[in-house]
């Protein structure tokens, strides 16, 4: 499975972002989907998960509900939306795909792994 994020760039506090992850490559509609980050100087941390069907999903108690996951396996695509961007939120956020969701996922434990998108939010 390869996957590959998108919509990544250079943004103002207090915008909104849309990134995007497209898969190839295996039955997408079949894996479970999520994201990750890595500010600098930091380690990948998890920020949301969905279910294949896109039913189910759960995000990091940090978050603070700026985040929503959603998927569109027609599009072999998943998105991750981020409202109300903060400087702390600048990373490379990246999409995972597993064979069995989790509500939480590790880095180390996650079947596949994409290029990230850079995402830097200017004060």
């Known amino acids: 499975v390869q996957l590959q994020a998108s919509g990544g760039g250079l943004v103002q506090a207090g915008d909104s972002l849309r990134l995007s992850c497209q898969a190839s490559g295996g039955s997408f509609s079949t894996l479970s989907m999520g994201w990750f980050r890595q500010a600098p100087g930091k380690e990948r941390e998890f920020v949301a998960a969905?279910?294949?069907?896109?039913?189910?999903?759960s995000y990091a108690d940090s978050l603070e509900g700026r985040f929503a996951i959603s998927r569109d396996n027609a599009k072999n695509t998943v998105y991750l939306q981020v409202n109300t961007l903060k400087p702390e939120d600048t990373a490379v956020y990246y999409c995972?795909?597993?064979?069995?969701?989790?509500?939480?996922?590790?880095?180390?434990?996650?079947?596949?792994w994409g290029k990230g998108t850079q995402v830097t939010v200017s004060s």
């Open positions: 995972v795909a597993d064979r069995y969701y989790r509500r939480r996922y590790e880095a180390d434990d996650v079947d596949y």
């Open positions: 969905i279910a294949w069907s896109g039913g189910v999903t």
